[in-house]
């Protein structure tokens, strides 16, 4: 209960970067060639065979240093980091779906997002919201102190960390051989 208005402001985060991203890629805000040239350069030397053990592995590493980093800056950011990467994940699949949804390909788009976004969105908002619950702490600490409050949030983050991190598990494990699959 303690964290229910935190998750509703991480999922608001997500879909407001959604939003914007979609709005980007549909009015040319952001051109496809810029972000594919990106996509291309952060790419470079990374490249993992689909459906293997490596791919979910490297997947999950990531999907878990981006909670990790979430939770680090929490208490230095007030929350503010992990704001800004819930905002970037939404608006990196936003645009993504403004793109496709230009070439009338909406079904490819959905097809490469929701085998593991299922699990990994909900994990992502998850992470985010205990970790923004950390960062509050420092602003607002509970009637018992600023230690006890820190202690407090630090234990539900790991209670919640004990959800997010399977459903990240999950998540990267359908993304790598189901998503590929698919797509």
């Known amino acids: 209960r303690r964290t229910a208005p935190a998750v509703a402001v991480s999922a608001a985060l997500l879909l407001t970067g959604g939003l914007l991203g979609g709005f980007a890629a549909v009015s040319g805000l952001l051109p496809a060639g810029i972000v594919a040239g990106a996509v291309r350069t952060a790419g470079a030397g990374n490249e993992l065979v689909s459906g293997s053990p490596h791919l979910a592995s490297f997947i999950f590493t990531h999907n878990v240093l981006v ?7 929490a208490p230095i950011s007030l929350g503010v980091i992990g704001g800004l990467l819930m905002i970037l994940n939404g608006f990196a699949v936003g645009y993504l779906g403004g793109y496709y949804f230009q070439l009338h390909h909406l079904g490819f788009f959905a097809c490469g997002i929701a085998p593991h976004g299922i699990f990994e969105i909900p994990a992502l908002v998850f992470a985010h919201a205990f970790a923004l619950r950390v960062g509050a702490s420092m602003v607002r600490p509970s009637p018992l102190g600023w230690l006890p409050g820190m202690r ?4 539900d983050y790991g209670r919640g960390a004990m959800f997010f991190l399977p459903l990240f598990g999950v998540a990267a494990v359908v993304e790598a051989y189901i998503t590929t699959a698919v797509i």
């Open 152 to 155: 407090l949030a630090l234990a």
């Open 67 to 73: 909670g990790l980093i979430m939770l680090l800056f």
